[in-house]
């Protein structure tokens, strides 16, 4: 059975930074991560292949967020600098396998584990 277990969540003030991790049971997957806020849709955050050669981001986060993993702790990270407070959200890492090793998912419907989501808060 897979399993994914989110850590690194927590409150930290505008501009501050935190680093969320994801550590998966099992092989390896194509990542990613995404954000919900109560009442609205899951939003896709960053995605990273396989292989970890490329990645992708949504805009609202690009160039302040950096996903990447270790393979051999079967891990990854999402690295959250500049945080905004419009970056308040649960955040979830998801899990999809690929025969690609190249290949990101950037929608919640490509994935099929999720794990149980952490809290991030920024406070202006």
């Known amino acids: ?45 960053a995605a990273i292949s396989r292989s970890g050669e490329n990645a992708d981001y949504s805009d609202s986060v690009k160039g302040r967020f950096t996903i990447s993993r270790d393979n051999a702790k079967n891990t990854v990270y999402l690295q959250m600098n500049s945080l905004k407070p419009e970056d308040t959200a649960v955040y979830y890492c998801a899990a999809e396998s690929s025969y690609t090793t ?19 808060t920024v406070s202006s």
């Open 102 to 120: 190249s290949r990101t998912y950037d929608t919640e419907y490509e994935y099929s584990y999720w794990g149980q989501g952490t809290q991030v």
């Open 1 to 45: 059975q897979v399993q994914l277990v989110e850590s690194g969540g927590g409150s930290v003030q505008a501009g501050g930074s935190l680093r969320l991790s994801c550590a998966v049971s099992g092989r390896t997957f194509a990542m990613g991560w995404f954000r919900q806020v109560p009442g609205k849709e899951r939003d896709f955050v």
